[in-house]
């Protein structure tokens, strides 16, 4: 046995060896990304290659939840990963017209090790707690949800022809990584999210692609001020304020 090149460039692709890179064993995809030198993940699904910008990712060169990077980062299991390849493609409109621009966009296409290429595969994952304040907490800034909660799951057939994906996300708690209440104002976060990814080649000389998604969220932010005053007679006037906003 001997140990395959971590990184190898050919031409328009830049290829990753993932069994190179790989996290924990519950890692996701996007946790393999953030461990490999030049790829940068950030918290809104954004993926970088050298400083540019991926449009989209794809699973064995079929589309994926279409332009939805987050849906794949969040829950396609590191560990049925074998190789990332980034490729430089004529965007959508040069290949429509049938010309070849300089402009190009940079596609991240993940590979599945063999024996998940066909046949059914899944993964889930689930965690739970609690928070310290009880519901009934007078303090204006408590986090007084209870019980807190976070679960993924991946349901997917594949074969040949079809790739059959079906993915839900349910959750309470912040992002892992993110503060309690975080520089951009998202406050506290409850979002649910159920998605079905269809691609089918089926049809000679077409490709079918489709998806069906249902997702809500809120988010609870809260806040509070106070300001001391001094007026000309050396009278203190005190001002307090706590101001609630929920958002769905």
């Given at each position: 046995?001997?140990?395959?090149?971590?990184?190898?460039?050919?031409?328009?692709t830049?290829?990753?060896?993932?069994?190179?890179?790989?996290?924990?064993?519950?890692?996701?995809?996007?946790?393999?990304?953030k461990?490999i030198?030049?790829i940068?993940?950030?918290?809104?699904?954004?993926?970088q290659?050298?400083?540019?910008?991926?449009s989209k990712?794809?699973?064995?060169?079929k589309?994926?939840f279409?332009?939805?990077?987050?849906?794949?980062l969040?829950n396609?299991?590191?560990?049925?990963?074998?190789?990332?390849?980034?490729?430089?493609?004529?965007?959508?409109?040069?290949?429509?017209a049938?010309?070849?621009?300089?402009q190009?966009?940079?596609?991240?296409?993940?590979?599945?090790k063999?024996?998940?290429?066909?046949?059914?595969?899944?993964?889930?994952?689930?965690?739970?707690?609690?928070?310290?304040?009880?519901?009934?907490?007078?303090?204006?800034?408590?986090?007084?949800?209870?019980?807190?909660?976070?679960?993924?799951?991946?349901?997917?057939?594949y074969?040949?022809?079809?790739?059959?994906?079906?993915?839900?996300?349910?959750?309470?708690?912040?992002?892992?990584?993110?503060?309690?209440y975080?520089p951009?104002?998202?406050g506290?976060?409850?979002?649910?999210k159920?998605?079905?990814?269809?691609?089918s080649?089926?049809?000679?000389?077409?490709?079918?692609?489709g998806?069906?998604?249902?997702n809500s969220?809120r988010?609870?932010?809260?806040?509070?001020?106070?300001?001391?005053?001094?007026?000309?007679?050396?009278?203190?006037?005190?001002?307090?304020?706590?101001?609630?906003?929920?958002?769905?």
């Amino acid at each position: 046995t001997a140990t395959a090149n971590p990184i190898t460039i050919k031409k328009d692709t830049i290829e990753y060896n993932a069994a190179s890179f790989l996290p924990s064993k519950n890692a996701m995809l996007g946790d393999l990304l953030k461990r490999i030198p030049g790829i940068d993940v950030s918290n809104d699904g954004m993926v970088q290659v050298n400083g540019e910008t991926v449009s989209k990712i794809t699973v064995n060169g079929k589309t994926f939840f279409f332009d939805d990077k987050k849906t794949a980062l969040n829950n396609l299991p590191a560990r049925i990963i074998d190789k990332i390849r980034v490729i430089d493609k004529d965007s959508d409109a040069s290949k429509f017209a049938g010309i070849s621009d300089a402009q190009k966009e940079k596609v991240m296409d993940v590979a599945l090790k063999e024996e998940y290429k066909k046949g059914w595969f899944g993964n889930v994952a689930a965690s739970g707690g609690s928070t310290i304040e009880k519901k009934d907490s007078n303090t204006p800034l408590s986090d007084d949800r209870g019980t807190l909660y976070s679960g993924t799951l991946l349901l997917a057939a594949y074969n040949e022809h079809n790739q059959l994906t079906a993915v839900g996300n349910i959750k309470n708690v912040n992002d892992i990584g993110s503060i309690l209440y975080n520089p951009n104002r998202n406050g506290l976060q409850k979002s649910q999210k159920a998605a079905i990814n269809l691609n089918s080649s089926v049809l000679k000389g077409m490709e079918i692609d489709g998806m069906v998604t249902a997702n809500s969220s809120r988010h609870e932010n809260k806040s509070q001020s106070a300001r001391p005053s001094l007026l000309r007679n050396t009278t203190r006037l005190y001002s307090h304020s706590n101001t609630p906003r929920d958002s769905e």
